[in-house]
C-alpha cells in the first residue's frame, strides 16, 4: 500500500463548477499537508498548506485535513479553464535519520476545465 | 531570474551513456531537493543537500547515481550507463531550513531524460 493514495483522473469539469480532490494516507506520523499545482512541462507550485485538522481558505481554494480518517481536500470555487493542471498533494513528517523533512507526494490529479 | 533553474531541459541519450544535469537554486536557499517524476506519478525524494553537505539518500538512488554541490550553490545530478528505465523528469527544489517544514519548496522546470 502506498503511503499516499490520490485518484489520477482526469477530471473533467465546466468552467465555474466547483472541484473537489482529494488524498488518503496511512501514516499517522505525517505532520504537514500540502498541495501543489503542476502545469504540463512545469515544476510544482505550492498552492496551500495546513498542519492541523480543519478548512484553510486562500482565494477560491479551501484546503481541509481530517486527521482522524486520514484525508485531506482541495475545494476550488468557480473553477476557470487556467486552472486545468495536475493537482498534487504533499505530506511531510520529520525523519529520524537527518533531522529533516520528508515530503511524500501523490500521483496528482489532471484536472481540466472546460470553457 | 530569481527562481530554481535547470539545465538543460531535455535531455535524450542512448542507452549506456552518462549524463549530468545541473541546478541553480535559489540564491540564499540552503537546502536543495532532488526528485524524479515519471509519467502520471508525482515526484519521488532521490537526495538533498544542506549546504555542501548530502545529508540523505532514497533507495531509488542506485550506485549509477551520484550527486554533488560543491560549494553549497548549485547541484550536479550525474547519472552513468544509463538505462531505459532512467527516463523521467529530474526536479530539483530549493529552500530555507529555517522555515521548515511550512515553507515553500521552490521548484526548478524540470530536466526531461529520454534514453533510447
Known amino acids: 500500500q502506498k503511503e499516499v493514495e490520490q485518484d489520477p483522473g482526469p477530471l473533467s469539469v465546466p468552467e465555474g463548477a466547483i472541484v473537489s480532490l482529494n488524498c488518503t494516507y496511512s501514516n499517522s506520523a505525517f505532520q504537514y499537508f500540502m498541495w501543489y499545482r503542476q502545469y504540463s512541462r512545469k515544476g510544482p507550485e505550492l498552492l496551500m498548506y495546513?498542519?492541523?485538522?480543519g478548512n484553510k481558505e486562500d482565494g477560491r481554494f479551501t484546503a481541509q485535513v481530517d486527521k482522524s480518517s486520514k484525508y485531506i481536500s482541495l475545494f476550488i470555487r468557480d473553477s476557470q479553464p487556467s486552472d486545468s493542471a495536475t493537482y498534487l498533494c504533499a505530506m511531510s513528517l520529520l525523519t529520524s535519520t537527518s533531522g529533516t523533512y520528508k515530503y511524500i507526494f501523490g500521483t496528482g490529479t489532471r484536472l481540466k476545465v472546460l470553457a | 531570474d530569481t527562481g530554481v533553474s535547470q539545465d538543460p531541459r531535455h535531455k535524450i541519450t542512448k542507452r549506456g551513456q552518462n549524463v549530468t544535469f545541473r541546478c541553480d537554486p535559489i540564491?540564499?536557499?540552503?537546502?536543495l531537493y532532488w526528485y524524479r517524476q515519471t509519467l502520471g506519478q508525482g515526484p519521488e525524494f532521490l537526495t538533498y543537500f544542506q549546504n555542501e553537505a548530502q545529508l540523505e539518500k532514497s533507495r531509488l538512488l542506485s550506485d549509477r547515481f551520484s550527486a554533488e554541490r560543491p560549494k553549497g550553490s548549485f547541484s550536479t545530478l550525474e547519472i552513468q550507463r544509463t538505462e531505459q528505465g532512467d527516463s523521467a523528469m529530474y526536479l530539483c527544489a530549493s529552500t530555507l531550513r529555517e522555515l521548515e517544514p511550512y515553507n515553500e519548496q521552490f521548484f526548478g522546470p524540470g530536466t526531461r531524460l529520454t534514453v533510447l
Open positions: 495546513t498542519y492541523s485538522s
Open positions: 540564491s540564499e536557499h540552503n537546502r
